[in-house]
């Protein structure tokens, strides 16, 4: 039998062809070398495994990209959870794509700045402005990391990513103005006055390794009861809006912040949380039914309107308020704890200890920011490390920002 030519496309006698796919060309020789015993370590000294090539470039990293020991915190562990490898480079290492701009986060950085503006004093004007200061500083950051071809790190080209930078802070305004009354100046949060906005706690915990670190949106004590309400909100492009607050109640992120806040206010009799949860609307602005602000705005009241109509029982602006339970540590969440810890805080790295999950590089139709990392064997790796980022640790900004802070706030 004659195998087809294995660098042309074979067209079976059904007519279906059959089209080949290369993975990253360069990538794939290197692993083939490491596979043979070609680089790396012979296969005595590694016990009988075939050696990725970390090892060998572990004096590499150690000095040019040196990892730390970081708290729990319940988004660390939704990467662990979601890929065990995505961790470590996020986590560990704190890699970061330099120029990287994801419409969804931002559109949620821009929401939340806007609500944290207006929890600690400023009218709603200041806090839209600020969303814009916010926004100029980000589109300035791009700038900063293109190239003179107008490439940023990521591929992407500047201009596209400028771009949806707006749109997002747009989007990110229109959602805060209408949605701010209902959120933040309803009937129900008029007992309640503000403890802390975006503060971040740390805890020890006896029996985990790690702190355990959060960063409510806001907490709030009621004035005559002493009750805590830790505030929380979400911009989703979710649907089901429902679905999404059936089961936060045993998500990480309410279990962690139950746990810090908990440590911190011991004598509070009740603990409650307050999920606010905003669809994002599909209207862009500006466009050919919204040339102004004033026309974006109610295009976009009507949408909610007529969304909320249509789908009664997943409505596009959502509250769930529910009863912490006494306790907040449960046996499941010791051991989910105990587990992250681990990953968190030891001293040896090794890819061995977080292995990739090949189901997550694409998780929402979007290529994971190390897919570039993990289809390369480690000996590509300073390359693309010193080309594509750099390295952030989110404790160190939220010091910093914690220190600046006026003492109230605090
Ligand atoms: S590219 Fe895939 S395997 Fe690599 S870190 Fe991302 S999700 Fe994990």
Redesign the pocket.
């Known amino acids: 039998m004659v195998l087809p030519n294995k660098d042309v496309p074979f067209t079976g006698p059904s007519g279906i062809t059959l089209h080949r796919f290369t993975p990253h060309k360069s990538a794939s020789a290197l692993t083939a070398k490491f596979r043979d015993g070609r680089i790396g370590l012979p296969a005595d000294l590694r016990g009988g495994f075939a050696s990725d090539g970390f090892q060998e470039i572990q004096p590499w990293l150690q000095e040019h990209c040196q990892p730390r020991r970081r708290p729990v915190r319940s988004s660390y562990m939704g990467d662990l959870y ?5 961790f ?2 996020r986590v560990r290492y704190g890699l970061k794509v330099r120029g990287w701009m994801d419409p969804a986060l931002h559109t949620g950085t821009f929401f939340h700045e806007m609500l944290r503006a207006v929890l600690t004093g400023s009218t709603i004007a200041e806090a839209t402005s600020e969303c814009d200061h916010l926004c100029q500083q980000c589109c300035s950051q791009l700038e900063a990391e293109c190239d003179r071809n107008g490439m940023l790190p990521s591929g992407k080209p500047l201009e596209d990513s400028r771009q949806k930078c707006v749109n997002a802070s747009a989007l990110a305004k229109m959602m805060f103005e209408l949605s701010v009354h209902p959120f933040l100046f309803s009937k129900m949060m008029e007992p309640y006055e503000v403890l802390t906005v975006e503060a971040p706690i740390e805890v020890k915990y006896r029996g985990i390794w790690a702190p355990i670190r959060c960063k409510p949106d806001a907490l709030l004590m009621h004035r005559e009861t002493g009750d805590v309400l830790v505030v929380n909100h979400k911009t989703t492009g979710e649907r089901n809006t429902s679905t999404v607050c059936r089961s936060y109640p045993w998500a990480l992120q309410p279990q962690l912040e139950h746990l810090c806040v908990r440590t911190v206010f011991p004598d509070a009799p009740n603990f409650r949380y307050l999920h606010n949860i905003m669809r994002k609307c599909s209207l862009r602005y500006p466009s050919k039914n919204s040339p102004t602000w004033e026309a974006y705005l109610e295009n976009a009241r009507a949408w909610y309107l007529k969304e909320g109509e249509r789908d009664p029982a997943n409505q596009p602006m959502l509250q769930s308020l529910f009863l912490l339970p006494s306790h907040p540590m449960t046996a499941e969440l010791h051991v989910q704890l105990y587990e992250a810890s681990r990953a968190c805080y030891c001293d040896s790295i090794d890819t061995a200890k977080y292995p ?3 189901a ?2 694409f ?1 929402f139709h979007k ?5 570039s ?3 390369s064997t480690p000996g590509l790796w300073p390359r693309i490390i010193e080309e594509r980022f750099e390295q952030v640790f989110r404790e160190d900004e939220e010091d910093e920002a914690a220190a600046d802070a006026p003492e109230s706030e605090a």
């Not at 979601?82 to 995505?86: A, F």
Request: glycine share 0%; proline share 14%.
């Open positions: 979601t890929c065990p490898r995505k470590m480079w990739k999950n090949a997550s590089c998780a290529p994971c920011p190390f897919l990392l993990c289809e």
